[in-house]
C-alpha cells in the first residue's frame, strides 16, 4: 500500500496482499459506509497483523478525496522563491498578496498558510506585542480599583481593558468581587428610582413632565398606548364632549401642579401648588398637540390622560439636563429634610440643586404636608405608614 510519498507504507512488506489489492479492498468497504469500513480493515489485520490500523484509515481518507494535500508536505524552497517572497513583504500589504499568489501559481501544491509560515520563520512579520500585556497576571492595586471603579458603568468593559491593559474577562470578574457591574449606565434617571431618591411620588414625577418641568428622552406616545385609548370609552366620551376632562382629572385646575409630600417611598400624598410654566414650550408640548390633533380632543385632555398613564412614552427616562434646570429654579419643592445625606451631596454637587429656589410657590404645600410628618403602624400587618396613608391603607389590608 502507497502512502502520502507513493512509498510502501512505513516501509511495510506484505505478506498476504498486494499493496494494489489493499486499495482495492479498503476502497470496496468505504463505498459501503462506515460498517463496511470497518469490515474492510477487520479483514486485512486478520492477514497483516503488523499493520496499524490508524494507516488503514488515513489511507481511506486518501482514498476518498485523491485531490486533498496532506498538512505535511514539505516544500522546498528555491532562492527564487525566497526572493519573491522577501521583495513582496517589503513592499506592503498589496506586495504581500501579490508574492503569495505568484508563488502560489509557481507551486500548485502549496497552500498559503504554507507560505506566511515560511515569511514568519524568515523573520519578515514582526509581531507586536499588546501594549502593557504585561499586566494582565499582575495584581490588583489600590490605583488600579480607584480607576476601575471611576470608569465603570460609564465607559463599556472593552474601553476599560483596554486603558487599564487587561482583559475583557479579568474587568467583569474584578468587578464582580468588587459588587459592581460592568453595565453601562445610559444618561438619564428612571421614574422609579428618581422618585425613591428624591421622596417624591411617581405620580407627581409624571405631572412634572406633563408640565414641562422634566423632559423625558422620547416624549412621542406609543402606538400601543393609542390604539388602546380610541379602543376604550373616555376618548369616545372626551370627543363627545359628554365628560369634561377635567371633571376627571381628580380636581386639577390648568393653573395647579400635583406634587407629593412623602417620608418614604410606599406611601405619599399629592398635594397641589401653582407653578409658572416654562417660557419656552417643552418639546413633549409640541408632540402632544400633534396626538391631540390627530385624536380631536384638546391638548389638556391629552395632558390628564398622560398623567393617568392613559398614555404612555417611547422612552420615559428623564434626562439629566432637565433634572439640573428643576433644581436650579425649583428646589425649594424637594424637601431637604427627607433626603439622605448621599442624595444631598449628589443634588449639590452634580444637580447644583438649590434649596431656597421657588420659595413662594414651595410655601403652598406647608400645610398640605403636615400629614406627612405623622407615622402610623398598622395592627393587622405591622406595616409603618406616613401619612394621610394610613387610613387608605387600613381599608384595603387583608392581612391578620
Known amino acids: 500500500m502507497a502512502d502520502r510519498r507513493e512509498t510502501t507504507t512505513g516501509g511495510y512488506s506484505f505478506r498476504f496482499f498486494s499493496p494494489e489489492q489493499v486499495d482495492e479492498i479498503l476502497r470496496d468497504g468505504a463505498r459501503r459506509g462506515r460498517e463496511g469500513s470497518h469490515a474492510a480493515i477487520e479483514r486485512i489485520l486478520k492477514h497483516e ?29 528555491s532562492p527564487e522563491d525566497e526572493r519573491i517572497l522577501r521583495d513582496g513583504y517589503q513592499v506592503g500589504w498589496q506586495g504581500k498578496r501579490k508574492a503569495v499568489d505568484q508563488l502560489l501559481k509557481r507551486h500548485p501544491d502549496w497552500r498559503p498558510h504554507v507560505i506566511w509560515q515560511r515569511a514568519r520563520k524568515s523573520g519578515l512579520i514582526q509581531r507586536t506585542s499588546k501594549r502593557g500585556q504585561e ?75 406633563v408640565e414641562g418641568l422634566l423632559e423625558v428622552r422620547d ?11 380610541r379602543q376604550s370609552g373616555p376618548l369616545q366620551a372626551i370627543q363627545s364632549n359628554k365628560v369634561s376632562p377635567a371633571a376627571n382629572a381628580a380636581q386639577e385646575p390648568r393653573s395647579e401642579m400635583a406634587f407629593s409630600a412623602a417620608g418614604n417611598s410606599n406611601n405619599r400624598s399629592s398635594v397641589e401648588c401653582s407653578v409658572t410654566p416654562p417660557a419656552k414650550p417643552s418639546r413633549g408640548k409640541r408632540v402632544w398637540a400633534e396626538v391631540a390633533a390627530s385624536l380631536g380632543i384638546p391638548i389638556k385632555s391629552v395632558e390628564i390622560l398622560i398623567a393617568r398613564g392613559a398614555l404612555r412614552f417611547y422612552d420615559p427616562t428623564i434626562t439629566e439636563i432637565s433634572l439640573r434646570h428643576f433644581c436650579r429654579r425649583y428646589g425649594s419643592f424637594i424637601e431637604q429634610d427627607r433626603l439622605s445625606r448621599e442624595t444631598r451631596e449628589w443634588l449639590t454637587s452634580s444637580m447644583d440643586w438649590v434649596p431656597t429656589s421657588g420659595e413662594p410657590a414651595s410655601r403652598r404645600l406647608v400645610p398640605l404636608r403636615k400629614h406627612a410628618r405623622i407615622v402610623r403602624r398598622c395592627e393587622k400587618c405591622g406595616r409603618s405608614i406616613r401619612g394621610n396613608a394610613f387610613f387608605r391603607h387600613s381599608q384595603i389590608c387583608v392581612c391578620r
Open 49 to 77: 497483523p503488523e499493520l496499524q490500523r490508524s494507516q488503514l484509515w488515513q489511507r481511506i481518507r486518501r482514498l476518498k478525496d485523491p485531490k486533498r494535500q496532506s498538512h505535511h508536505v514539505r516544500s522546498t524552497w
Open 135 to 209: 499586566r494582565v497576571r499582575l495584581a490588583w492595586t489600590q490605583e488600579d480599583n480607584r480607576m476601575l471603579l471611576d470608569l465603570a458603568g460609564y465607559k463599556s468593559v472593552r474601553v476599560i481593558a483596554k486603558m487599564l491593559h487587561r482583559s475583557e474577562a479579568g474587568i467583569r470578574y474584578h468587578l464582580t468581587t468588587l459588587g459592581k457591574s460592568s453595565r453601562v449606565h445610559v444618561e438619564g434617571f428612571a421614574r422609579s428610582a428618581l422618585a425613591s431618591e428624591l421622596h417624591i411620588s411617581t405620580g407627581a414625577i409624571q405631572r412634572l413632565i
Open 219 to 229: 416624549p412621542r406616545i406609543t402606538r400601543e398606548s393609542l390604539d388602546c385609548l
